[in-house]
């Protein structure tokens, strides 16, 4: 693939970006380079020669980091993959299933373990001293990314208070509006034009004004529930083609992945400077992105495939009968959710990471 002007604007709308020089077709003959988005661990997997290493064994001459433009709109990764420009996305199992349900030709390489209450709570301005509580949202103002955790995990939340959100199907007791933008949901919240919204702290966007005592958290999803165990997953989802085509390419990248998180795990001040450094971000900044619960990028994965379809099946079910007015028109096969999951990278498969015997530095 020759790289030209709408590649490098495509490149910086990527999540995890891959591209692909001369036009390889099997498996013998990898992509010449290779580009990833600029993220916490890719940082230190690059910093720590671990990109260059197992990439190099693959047969990757060059790996580059992308830093994503700061506009960036939920879901633009997607888009990306579905147009054959990007070969790697990460999203959280949710909207990456309605990515899948739209039409786009991806299968799940890697995905996380359950999450948990911490990753995407309920939060409202610091200085709004008149929402306290979850319950104290009814007939307030809501604004978040539809296709994101910034929806599922207040879905949930909402709805087992007895107070909903607002959908296209029906009015709730919460009014909400559509917000792509991270900071611009942000500023909506600082600025009263909304009442609260719901994100990932160790996200770049929420993690400073939340140190800076900005934001009031109110509620979070329920260890039992349905975001927790299934919906607020992450996954690394590629287009069909690229991980038939060159498998041994998808697991140097989650070997990379694998390693870069033993490393800072183990090595926290360490990967903090580096954080900062390549994201210029503060180092309090950088740390807490490492060791804050609702973290991501340092998740364990879900080694089985079998529990990863279990996980997908039982996020679409509980989903669709509380009214997720998506869903309901955009179902997937038990078949379509078996092939979404890839299963040569996940346990027994021909290129797991999982039993791996690997160097960790």
């Not at 077709?25 to 661990?41: C, F, G, H, V």
């Not at 990757?60 to 070969?87: D, F, M, R």
């Not at 009015?171 to 611009?184: D, F, H, K, L």
């Not at 009968?321 to 092939?339: C, K, M, T, V, Y």
């Amino acid at each position: 693939m020759k790289t030209n002007q709408r590649w490098f604007m495509s490149v910086l709308l990527a999540g995890v970006v891959w591209s692909f020089a001369g036009g390889a077709n099997a498996e013998d003959k990898p992509p010449e380079s290779i580009n990833l988005q600029l993220q916490t661990w890719t940082a230190v997997a690059e910093a720590k020669g671990i990109l260059r290493e197992e990439f190099g064994k693959a047969g990757v001459k060059k790996v580059n980091l992308i830093a994503q433009s700061s506009g960036e709109l939920l879901g633009a990764e997607s888009a990306a993959v579905g147009g054959g420009t990007l070969a790697f996305a990460q999203r959280m199992i949710y909207p990456a299933f309605v990515q899948k349900a739209n039409g786009i030709p991806a299968v799940i390489v890697w995905l996380s373990e359950a999450s948990n209450r911490y990753r995407t709570p309920v939060f409202v301005s610091a200085a709004n001293k008149n929402i306290n509580t979850i319950a104290d949202l009814e007939g307030k103002k809501f604004g978040s990314s539809r296709i994101s955790c910034y929806w599922s995990a207040p879905f949930e939340i909402l709805n087992n208070a007895g107070i909903p959100l607002d959908s296209r199907l029906k009015q709730g007791r919460v009014r909400y509006t559509n917000i792509e933008s991270p900071a611009v949901a942000i500023q909506s919240l600082l600025s009263g034009e909304t009442d609260a919204t719901a994100g990932h702290l160790a996200a770049s966007h929420f993690t400073s004004p939340y140190l800076q005592g900005k934001f009031k958290l109110i509620g979070g999803p329920a260890d039992s529930g349905a975001y927790v165990n299934y919906a607020g997953r992450v996954s690394y989802f590629a287009h069909r083609d690229f991980a038939a085509k060159y498998p041994s390419v998808v697991k140097a990248f989650l070997l990379s992945r694998e390693r870069a998180r033993a490393w800072a795990t183990d090595h926290v001040d360490e990967a903090a400077a580096i954080i900062a450094k390549a994201m210029r971000v503060p180092e309090d900044v950088a740390k807490f992105q490492i060791t804050h619960l609702g973290q991501w990028d340092f998740m364990a994965g879900e080694p089985s495939a079998e529990a990863a379809r279990k996980a997908i099946k039982e996020f679409q079910k509980w989903y669709v009968e509380h009214g997720d007015d998506i869903l309901i028109d955009r179902r997937l096969s038990d078949a379509q959710i078996n092939e979404f999951i890839d299963g040569k990278f996940f346990v027994g498969g021909s290129h797991s990471i999982y039993g791996e015997k690997y160097s960790q530095y």
